[in-house]
């Protein structure tokens, strides 16, 4: 990118054919900017499928057997972990390192990206998170797909930290605002690199219980104690400080709110940490606490229900926007509440199950369908979003179909009243609506609408591709 900036932006506005070096130069970012996005597309693309069918789709058959038969443990293990599996890494994995790879580069301004790896990369986790769903749906040679799965997973981890770790991260006093002389890393930053680790710890842990089913389990499923430290350690270690980094990066900007407290902010993530340390010793009930505690922390941090300074930036997108990120992080707090209810009441596994799905579906779900129909058409070669209208119907038919699937799990699960049973169904069609919703919203951006890359002046960043 070095090279680039020496380049004329007049040059580039002129649109005709040119043999200067600066045109040269200009042709060479384009290319490279065209690269970027076809990378990002295929991440994304492949996301959306394994959101669709293995994650969605698998969850709605999971959640209407469960209600034919008014009870959880009637449906295979091996299958509700498929579903789980497709979900987190499947559609949020392959969100992660598409955005990664496409941002990363960019802000250390390589001059080599390695798209060969990235290319790898996305080659290894899409053959990997495949090769677990048939492992566990099909039963088909599970001894072998199960560790070959989890290596494969691990080895694309590994792949893209080494490519995002030769990132040179702005310092807050060197480039940040103030110019203040220190030397610290930007709060979001640091948030990232521990919602990393804890993705890096949940594929090592995924790996050591590959191998170990495969050398002694009877089947491809993880034994139910097992597999609930794991899941604590997948969202509270994994996807909630991811989203707390990228909240922490762009809400100041795309909804206006004040300057984050870093203060605050660390708090938040190490209350949550000591709650995972809690949760895999099997403190459960204090863990909940925590995440209660870290849950609120990060709010404050983030400024979320405070008055915006300025007015939020909803151009191309619907303008409801801040109101589901708002309640995104209403749904957090909601999940972290029930958490505490289940460690009280829970007697049939279904105040934990709202409780996870008030934070995998209310939280995480909504705010990547919120954030990913806000950044993702600028990341695809400066395309507009294909149709506002569609994103909010999107995320009104995820929010109603998780109400309903949060509360009245809740109510059937634990016996509390029979008629709560025949509404799980229709929340479950409700939430495969919403999401597909947003998966039509977002081919059909990649697919009809025009880029708009060529008029994109030649030394851009990020912040400017989607302020
Ligand atoms: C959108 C519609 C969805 C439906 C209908 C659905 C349905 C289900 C059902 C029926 C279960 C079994 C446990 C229980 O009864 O609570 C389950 C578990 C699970 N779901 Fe979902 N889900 C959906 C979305 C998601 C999303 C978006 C994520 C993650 C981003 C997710 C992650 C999980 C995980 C991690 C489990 C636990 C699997 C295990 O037991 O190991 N789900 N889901």
Redesign the pocket.
Known sequence: MSIALEAPTAVAASGRHDSTPAAVVMEVVRAREASYSRLLMAYVSSGLLF?LLP??F???W??L??SGRES?AS?S?AW??A???A??FG??GSFIFGIGFYSIPRLRGATRPAFGAAWACWVMWTLGVTARWAANVYGWQWRLLLPLSGTLELAAFLIFFSAVSQHRPDLAGKNGPEHSGKSQLDPWIWVVISASTGLMLVLIANLAACIYLAWRGAGP??P?GP??R??VL??WGF?VPFVWGFSTKWMPVFLGLKAVRPRLLRAAVVVNFMGIVLALLGWGAGATVLFVAGAALAIAALRMFEASRQEPKTRGIHWSFPFFVRMAYGWLLAAALLGVGAALWDTS??I???S??A???GF??IM?MCVGQRILPAFAGMRPLWSPRLMFIGLIL?TV??AL?VSC?VIA?QGYADWAWTV?PD??LL??A??TAFAVNILGTFILQPSHEQKLPLVVGINQIIS
Request: net charge negative; glycine share 14%; aromatic share 6%.
């Open positions: 959101m994650g969605t698998l969850g709605v999971n959640l057997q469960i959880v449906v293990p509700l972990q579903h789980g599996h979900q987190v559609w949020i499923a993880l139910h597999d609930q794991y899941l997948v969202t996807l596994g279904g934990w199950g709202a996870r799905h934070l995998t579906v995480v779900a990547v995820l179909g998780c699937r799990e699960y799980l929340s479950a939430e495969l919403g999401v």
